[in-house]
């Protein structure tokens, strides 16, 4: 699987290696980042139209969105027929990284992330499907077509 898409390989491991940091490192509440998170959602509180918009959403929406590539990832990965195993790699990666952050002093563990997160590998999953549904259906006629039994040409005879 790994050396058959070297490329894909090493951005998959990439992009694990920022959702690790992101999810497992120290949490910079203090950042100028954070701060500016604040102000938006001070903002949108002050609207009767955008008061919905909490910080408790914001972060479940951005969790989602994080895991939509793991889950692109790993179906690229390992092919559509194999495309459950994507979805149940990608919910275990999100166990893997709850269960860390039950040992880490700078991280609390949520089942909200849980949901998130796997939901958002199954969304990578599913839009990974949708992609790559054209050139899955092109493949497949190619493959009927070549392995096709060809009949000999009618001859007349009259």
């Known amino acids: 699987?790994?050396?058959?898409h070297p490329f894909?390989?090493?951005?998959?491991?990439?992009y694990l290696g920022v959702v690790m940091w992101v999810t497992l490192g120290p949490q910079p509440l203090n950042s100028s980042n954070s701060n500016l998170l604040w102000r938006f959602l001070g903002f949108f509180s002050r609207h009767d139209a955008t008061d919905w918009i909490t910080y408790s959403r914001v972060e479940f929406a951005g969790n989602i969105l994080m895991f939509m590539p793991v889950g692109l990832f790993f179906l690229l990965l390992l092919g559509r027929r194999q495309w459950w195993l994507a979805v149940l790699f990608g919910v275990a990666l999100t166990l893997a990284i709850e269960g860390t952050q039950?040992?880490?002093p700078s991280r609390v563990p949520d089942v909200r992330d849980l949901v998130a997160n796997s939901t958002?590998?199954?969304l990578g999953v599913l839009g990974g499907l949708v992609l790559t549904y054209g050139k899955a259906r092109r493949i497949k006629q190619d493959a009927a077509r070549s392995t096709a039994p060809t009949r000999p040409m009618p001859t007349y005879n009259g």
């Open 1 to 4: 699987m790994f050396l058959r």
């Open 8 to 14: 894909l390989s090493v951005a998959t491991l990439a």
């Open 102 to 104: 039950t040992f880490l």
């Open 120 to 122: 958002g590998g199954l």
